[in-house]
């Protein structure tokens, strides 16, 4: 069946290249696109409190910044 895209099928997700391993500050990085991960545009965060620094993660990719 040609042009039918199937939800099951996997696409390729593009990231821009963020090394999601670490917590960036958003003093030094602050949002490219406001509400959007700056690795691959998603607005879905989880949210965590550590040692009274406030941790958002990307749900798509896993990015984090320090809020």
């Known amino acids: 069946m040609k042009g ?3 939800m099951s ?3 390729p997700n593009e990231f821009k290249g963020f090394d999601t391993t ?3 500050d ?8 406001s509400g959007r991960c700056d690795n ?3 607005a879905h965060f989880k949210s965590t ?6 941790i958002r993660e990307c ?3 896993g990015m984090k910044k320090s809020i």
Not at 26 to 33: A, L
Not at 49 to 54: A, G, L, P, Q, S
Request: proline share 3%; glycine share 4%.
């Open 59 to 61: 749900r798509n990719c």
């Open 40 to 42: 691959c545009g998603n």
């Open 22 to 24: 670490i917590i960036y």
């Open 4 to 6: 039918i895209f199937v």
């Open 9 to 11: 099928e996997k696409t």
């Open 49 to 54: 409190v550590k040692d009274f620094i406030f």
């Open 26 to 33: 958003y003093t030094e990085y602050p949002d490219i696109v």
